[in-house]
């Protein structure tokens, strides 16, 4: 298979941003978004405190601005950009603003109408200061279209769904080794990293030399991110001082760069047999996915997704234990548009990408959540993580490894 999005279906979305500025009588979209970049180009780069610029005019030359280190990088990733435009570094003798009023000069697009997604003309990132660039070109008007490409990455084509699918397969891999490397006396960290190198190494030897990770430092990121044991009731906690221990629940989570897209899987462990308390909070959580799941059918709207799970866990009683949303888009970056939240009503639609992932969390005690990467299809869903959901297949050994 192909590892990485076609150089023709990105000149694809090129010419679906300039239809869209021709609708809009824009002359032109001045990018600061990284990943936006990315998804109109295939090109890929660590954003700094160094201003950096994607320009596609209505009909001209797709130029990228930055600093002088990624030029040679440019070429390597991409043939869609056509010039790249370099000052030496920030914040240099001479403002990187100073030099992309420059170079929007000499690329005549003083005096016109330019779509942007940041009018400050730079991401405001480590520190980053510096003049608006509005005020550089004084001529020139500046049109917010931070909505053009999140709105054309909403539905994915088939090439992103495929992509999206691999990834969700090497998700399993990665899950099943963070369960069978578990055991009672290790740091989750221990479990992270063997897991995350077992799983990416796998997966090279597979794939191929063709293969690399486009967005990503590793093929895989397997992590407990200290979820364990109390610390499973943080949703979004990073790291814990303490070992694994039997009696605790683990939340272990994979995604998995393919072509620069990602699948988010998770799943909720017990160390050793669960407790009554236990299983009465995961099979609620259960219930309240497969609520979810039942839910998904193109036009349903996304607050359907959340109002199923949430009144399950009504019905249980649990409801002040839950903490967020069912779940939210994904593809690009772990976290996207559409959001599974009962404040939005906007509907599903066939090739809709998101995640499944109803919790419930009791502080000092635990948390409990599955996560599955779900593809909205014609007739309803299609379930991308197939990894075991009941308890009794998620209970990791006790014995001190």
């Known amino acids: 298979?192909?590892?990485?999005?076609?150089?023709?279906?990105?000149?694809?979305?090129?010419?679906?941003?300039?239809?869209?500025?021709?609708?809009?009588?824009?002359?032109?979209?001045?990018?600061?978004?990284?990943?936006?970049?990315?998804?109109?180009?295939?090109?890929?780069?660590?954003?700094?405190?160094?201003?950096?610029?994607?320009?596609?005019?209505?009909?001209?030359?797709?130029?990228?601005?930055?600093?002088?280190?990624?030029?040679?990088?440019?070429?390597?990733?991409?043939?869609?950009?056509?010039?790249?435009?370099?000052?030496?570094?920030?914040?240099g003798e001479k403002h990187p603003i100073e030099h992309f009023a420059q170079f929007l000069a000499e690329m005549e697009l003083t005096n016109k109408l330019i779509g942007t997604d940041s009018k400050a003309g730079a991401l405001s990132l480590w520190g980053y200061k510096g003049p608006p660039l509005t005020k550089k070109l004084k001529g020139t008007k500046f049109v917010d279209t931070s909505d053009l490409i999140w709105s054309m990455r909403?539905?994915?084509?088939?090439?992103?769904?495929?992509?999206?699918?691999?990834?969700?397969?090497?998700?399993?891999?990665?899950?099943?080794?963070m369960q069978e490397h578990t055991h009672e006396g290790m740091w989750d960290v221990e479990v992270e990293l063997t897991a995350t190198t077992e799983a990416s190494t796998t997966m090279k030897k597979?794939?191929?030399?063709?293969?690399?990770?486009?967005?990503?430092?590793?093929?895989?990121?397997?992590?407990?991110?200290?979820?364990?044991?109390?610390?499973?009731?943080?949703?979004?906690?990073?790291?814990?001082?303490h070992m694994i221990k039997k009696g605790d629940v683990i939340i272990a989570e994979a995604g998995v760069d393919i072509g620069g897209y990602t699948c988010e899987l998770e799943r909720t462990m017990i160390v050793g047999k669960p407790t009554q308390k236990q299983r009465k909070y995961f099979d609620a959580m259960v219930k309240a996915q497969d609520a979810a799941f039942n839910a998904f059918k193109p036009g349903a709207k996304c607050s359907d997704i959340d109002r199923a799970s949430i009144n399950v866990f009504k019905k249980a009683g649990l409801v002040?234990?839950?903490?967020?949303?069912?779940?939210?888009?994904?593809?690009?970056?772990?976290?996207?548009?559409?959001?599974?939240?009962?404040g939005n009503h906007e509907p599903l639609r066939p090739g809709m990408t998101v995640s499944c992932e109803p919790g419930i969390y009791e502080s000092g005690y635990a948390g409990f959540r599955h996560s599955d990467t779900i593809?909205?299809?014609?007739?309803?869903?299609?379930?991308?993580?197939?990894?075991?959901?009941?308890?009794?297949?998620?209970?990791?050994?006790?014995?001190?490894?």
């Open 1 to 91: 298979m192909e590892f990485a999005i076609s150089q023709a279906e990105y000149k694809q979305r090129v010419e679906r941003v300039r239809k869209a500025l021709a609708k809009r009588k824009l002359d032109a979209l001045y990018l600061t978004n990284g990943t936006s970049m990315f998804y109109l180009t295939g090109y890929s780069f660590i954003s700094t405190e160094r201003p950096a610029a994607l320009v596609i005019p209505l009909d001209g030359t797709i130029t990228f601005l930055g600093p002088l280190l990624e030029k040679e990088h440019v070429p390597l990733e991409t043939t869609i950009i056509q010039d790249v435009k370099t000052y030496t570094d920030y914040p």
């Open 154 to 177: 909403l539905i994915k084509s088939p090439a992103e769904i495929t992509l999206i699918k691999e990834s969700s397969n090497w998700a399993n891999l990665a899950v099943t080794l």
């Open 206 to 241: 597979a794939l191929g030399p063709d293969y690399i990770p486009k967005r990503s430092i590793y093929p895989v990121s397997a992590a407990f991110r200290g979820q364990i044991g109390e610390m499973s009731a943080i949703p979004h906690a990073i790291a814990t001082k």
């Open 320 to 342: 002040s234990l839950v903490r967020h949303h069912t779940g939210h888009g994904l593809g690009l970056e772990g976290h996207e548009p559409p959001w599974l939240d009962i």
């Open 375 to 401: 593809l909205v299809t014609e007739n309803g869903m299609e379930r991308l993580t197939r990894y075991p959901r009941n308890i009794d297949e998620l209970i990791t050994p006790t014995a001190t490894h």
